[in-house]
């Protein structure tokens, strides 16, 4: 007799637990990053449910749509940085979360007159900065290419103008970019493929 299973649906037509593969598909295919999870148990599926989806979906889990091929798996034992900037400029911020669980590992801002890609490379150093301390080799996952390339190149190639609202930010800019010349690292800094994984675990869920 085949086991009964339990499909948790976090994110799909209508999230939920389903007790079969066929009700789980159809709230999962086709729709844009779709998370679900299989259990043995109904109780490990109630449990996770109302849980944080990352502590459950593992390496070879997919946050995708259900009718897209495996690709790249998702290394859990890592940091997500991402920024969220009302306006262009506007009120920036930036974290980091460490991927196998959600947990909120930094926060910084929001500071007035900043833009996404500054704080997208703000959260990068940041993260190289105290896996450093740590003596941590752990990857860091972007959804930003810009960061990724001004982080390579040791150097923020942003065009805003520095004001007297946005001087703090400035003085962060300089303080990592001092950071990347003076230290090494060997952390792999990675591009989170939000297309077939969805949103990098750090969103700040404003979109």
Known sequence: MKKQKYYVVWQGVKPGIYTSWEACKAQVFGFENARYKSFESEIEAQKAFTDNPWKHIGLRQRTRPASLPSSAEII?????????????????????????????????????????????????????????????????????????????????????????????????????EKWLNENTYSNPILKWQTEIWGEIPADFGRK
């Open 76 to 176: 859990t034992e890592s940091i997500a940085v991402d920024a969220a900037c009302s306006g262009n400029p506007g009120r920036m911020e930036y974290r980091g979360v460490y991927v196998a669980d959600g947990t909120e590992i930094f926060h910084v801002g929001p500071f007035e007159d900043g833009t996404n890609n500054i704080g997208e490379f703000l959260g990068i150093v940041h993260a190289l900065a105290l896996l450093a301390q740590k003596k941590s080799n752990l990857p860091i996952y972007s959804d930003s290419v810009n960061a990724i390339k001004w982080v390579e190149r040791k150097k923020c190639n942003t065009k805003l103008k520095e004001t007297s609202r946005n001087q703090i930010i400035f003085e962060l800019i300089a303080r990592a």
